[in-house]
């Protein structure tokens, strides 16, 4: 019982600098950076101030007049205890916390001749958000040891508590056109209006030497100040935000193992939300597995150094839902500053829905896999068939009154198989070469669904409205709902098969996964590569139907050389339709690696060194037009996030990193 207490401690703290481009998931109409990219006349000079106004933007011009910086402070502590209370019992608490700041400017100068009232005013953006995460954990864990039986039981308590706090500042009309003095003006102003205002508020609003805030408590109200400073910002408005949630856990495994042949494990957590009403505050989520060594029956050939038949069910629980979305509450709605820097009071909006009803999201899965490995382990790997069964979906439903409400009764069903593979070519002192392969197949399909939800929507001239996919029954998701293309007439004006859209058996999710990996070494040297694949799935290529048709040519946009000759009219309407529609397949050189160390003969401080040079993503085969193919444009409708949509979507990026280590 010696060495009884054992303590630990983690501390870190990071900072993070993030420039962003001026990129949008949903650009305006005259476009983000590489709309605008895209589109530029590449006749004119590669120089900021060449041919701008608000309807063809100089992509350098957008570049030169930009500034959108975060700066994240993350502060993490951890401190964990344990103690043997008996010689097979012991307890274990662990308390931590993960506590961010981040600070956001973002300015767009009123040099840049851009919509949304840009020129000559400017605006700029400002957001101030503080997250934290508590955590409190005890566990009492047992073992014992009965003959060729051993037992593990483990039972544990945990809770959590997730704040997320902060204000967002918007600002229209500065005196400086600098990007950095704009933020800093706005931010000034900013300070000024809360000390005029001095009392509690949800939002404020200041435009032509008038200031208002809206406030929630006693009771929700709109005041005007008979004065306001003075400010150098000609209008701002200021949001604030903030919630609370607590999650607090009750758990406990009971681990069986006999002979080191025969495995039988039980658990139950439960798990309490302050995100759902008190009637089903709870949710209960059992788990239970067995396994089977068979390769240490007799029967078995001795060519398997390990043969394990598993087989496993459990249920999981989700609670990932917006703050009190089974409450209705009352806030203003959101305010917004004209292109000419008017602001209106908002009104009171309700948010949520009274829904006592509201329960964790549950999914059911059961397993039957077996792991395996032949001619003293050259050969291994694993073979695992899966069912999930996902039902209380959070997906907002509409009621007559406008507000959301969650739990819709349709089931999301996946099904497949997931393959691994290892195969040990070379193995000796000098050399050695190892290759892996894994696969995956998916099986997808809505069930029990009435009616449909729309999904996928598109933004850019002509396309209001307009969307690409439906959630349906029978179907699976991320279904594309689309009228399909069938050339041009004489006129150059789109055929369609049919005039209404249907449902083409095509989905943007993969329906088989595939990954290869080799690992090669010889003496002090070691390459290693990792290519992985999607197949099976469709991209909706936005960019194209928004940007590359001949009637953005006849406006004077620049387009793809591929877009002339195909018979397209420019009176031709940019309709969504089958047209856009291209396999998502591809093929990744995920990550390559060379690495050389030099090992020391001579006893010093210095045992070896390894140097290496890695690159990431520098290869894809694909048959898709766009960028990249492992894309999405982040554009949700009815709650529903997209998938494989890519509008104008900035490309993963290529890189290549030189490494140097030392070994002491």
């Not at 900021?48 to 011009?61: G, H, I, S, T």
């Not at 958000?129 to 073992?143: A, D, F, G, P, V």
């Not at 140097?611 to 894809?620: A, K, M, R």
């Not at 444009?633 to 993963?652: A, E, Q, V």
């Amino acid at each position: 019982m010696q060495n009884r207490l054992l303590l630990g401690a983690q501390l870190a703290f990071s900072r993070l600098q993030d420039q962003a481009a001026p990129i949008s998931d949903n650009p305006p109409f005259a476009g983000d950076l590489l709309a605008a990219a895209y589109g530029a006349n590449p006749t004119l000079p590669a120089q900021p101030d060449a041919r701008q106004d608000p309807f063809f933007v100089n992509p350098l011009a957008l570049l030169a007049n930009h500034y959108d910086n975060t700066t994240t402070d993350r502060h993490f502590l951890k401190l964990s205890l344990e103690y043997a209370l008996l010689k097979n019992l012991k307890l274990g608490i662990t308390t931590g916390l993960d506590r961010a700041q981040s600070d956001r400017g973002s300015a767009i100068s009123p040099r840049l001749p851009y919509a949304n009232g840009i020129y000559e005013n400017g605006r700029a953006y400002l957001e101030e958000q503080q997250t934290s995460n508590k955590l409190l954990q005890s566990q009492l864990r047992w073992e014992k040891e009965v003959g060729k039986s051993h037992f593990t039981a483990l039972a544990g308590y945990e809770y959590q508590e997730f704040t997320n706090r902060g204000v967002q500042v918007k600002g229209w009309g500065f005196s400086d056109a600098g990007t950095a003095a704009m933020i800093e003006q706005l931010a000034a102003s900013a300070a000024r209006m809360r000390q005029a205002i001095g009392v509690p508020y949800q939002q404020f609003g200041y435009s032509q030497g008038a200031l208002f805030y809206s406030s929630l408590s006693p009771r929700p109200a709109i005041t005007t100040l008979g004065s306001a400073p003075g400010s150098s910002v000609k209008s701002l408005a200021e949001e604030t935000f903030g919630g609370t949630d607590e999650l607090q856990s009750f758990f406990g495994r009971l681990q069986y193992k006999l002979q080191d042949k025969y495995y039988l494990m039980a658990s139950l957590r439960a798990d309490g939300s302050t995100r759902f009403a008190e009637k089903h505050r709870y949710g209960y989520f059992p788990a239970a597995a067995l396994a089977w060594r068979l390769s240490e029956e007799a029967f078995i050939p001795d060519v398997f150094d390990e043969l394990k038949l598993r087989l496993g069910a459990g249920i999981t629980g989700n609670q990932q839902l917006p703050y009190r979305a089974y409450q209705s509450r009352q806030r203003f709605g959101d305010l917004f500053i004209d292109n000419g820097g008017g602001i209106n009071p908002s009104g009171i909006i309700t948010v949520g829905s009274d829904n006592e009803n509201l329960k964790w999201e549950q999914t059911t899965q059961l397993n039957l896999g077996v792991d395996f490995a032949l001619f003293e382990e050259r050969i291994s790997g694993s073979i695992d068939l899966y069912r999930k069964h996902t039902t209380d979906i959070f997906i907002p439903g509409f009621y007559a009154y406008g507000t959301t409400g969650f739990n819709e009764d349709w089931v999301i069903l996946n099904k497949g198989v997931d393959l691994q593979l290892a195969y040990t070519v070379l193995a000796t002192q000098q050399i050695g070469l190892q290759l892996g392969v894994a696969a995956g197949f998916n099986s997808n399909r809505v069930q029990h669904l009435e009616g449909a939800y729309d999904a996928g929507p598109l933004s850019g001239q002509g396309l209001s409205g307009a969307f690409v996919q439906r959630i349906v029954a029978d179907q699976p998701l991320y279904s594309y709902y689309l009228r399909e293309f069938n050339g041009y007439n004489e006129q150059g004006i789109a055929l369609y098969t049919e005039d209404k859209a249907n449902y083409l058996d095509k989905s943007a999710l993969p329906t088989y996964t595939l990954g290869f990996s080799q690992d090669f070494r010889y003496r002090n040297w070691r390459l290693s590569a990792l290519f992985n694949g999607q197949f099976g799935h469709y991209l909706y290529n936005a960019t194209a139907n928004t940007l590359f048709t001949m009637g953005a040519l006849a406006n004077g946009r620049n387009i793809p050389l591929s877009s002339l000759g195909t018979g397209e009219s420019p009176l031709n309407a940019p309709d969504p339709s089958d047209r856009f529609l291209e396999k998502g397949d591809f093929m990744r050189l995920q990550h390559l690696s060379l690495a050389y160390t030099h090992r020391s003969d001579k006893t010093g401080f210095v045992k070896a060194i390894r140097f290496s040079l890695s690159g990431q993503n520098l290869l894809v085969l694909t048959g898709y037009s766009g960028l990249d193919p492992e894309v999405n444009s982040n554009k949700p409708l009815n709650g529903i996030p997209s998938r494989g949509i890519d509008h104008t979507t900035y490309p993963r990026a290529k890189t290549v990193s030189f490494g140097l280590r030392a070994f002491f």
